[in-house]
Nanobody, 122 residues
Framework: QVQLVESGGGLVQAGGSLRLSCAASGRTFRNNAMGWFRQAPGKERECVAGISWNGGTYYVDSVKGRFTISRDNAKNTVYLQMNSLKPEDTAVYYC????????????????WGQGTQVTVSS
């Protein structure tokens, strides 16, 4: 079991930046693929970015070129740098851990953080 705690959310104007952090504890972190998901009211939870155990990355089309996912295995932390934020990025952002393989479907993730709110004003 992996325990996850997100931080870094908040209110920002359109065009601004935020950096989300996800601190992991528990079993070995370095072997886990990690994902950042978001869920807006009335919408399904979607994977916006993922990173494999060896640094391979995935981004949903709507955030490509604006968001960057990274991990620091020495600190058991995964980050999501969000630049050029848009009002449509407003959502609760969740960090999640899966097994060895990087998946984009939430159904493959057994470990979730509590979520952090990101609000982008126009």
């Amino acid at each position: 079991q992996v325990q996850l705690v997100e931080s870094g959310g908040g209110l920002v104007q359109a065009g601004g930046s935020l950096r989300l952090s996800c601190a992991a504890s528990g079993r070995t972190f370095r072997n886990n693929a990690m994902g950042w998901f978001r869920q807006a009211p009335g919408k399904e939870r979607e994977c916006v970015a993922g990173i494999s155990w060896n640094g391979g990355t995935y981004y949903v089309d709507s955030v490509k070129g604006r968001f960057t996912i990274s991990r620091d295995n020495a600190k058991n932390t995964v980050y999501l740098q969000m630049n050029s934020l848009k009002p449509e990025d407003t959502a609760v952002y969740y960090c999640a851990a899966t097994g060895f393989v990087l998946y984009t479907s939430a159904s493959h993730y057994a470990n979730w953080g509590q979520g952090t709110q990101v609000t982008v004003s126009s």
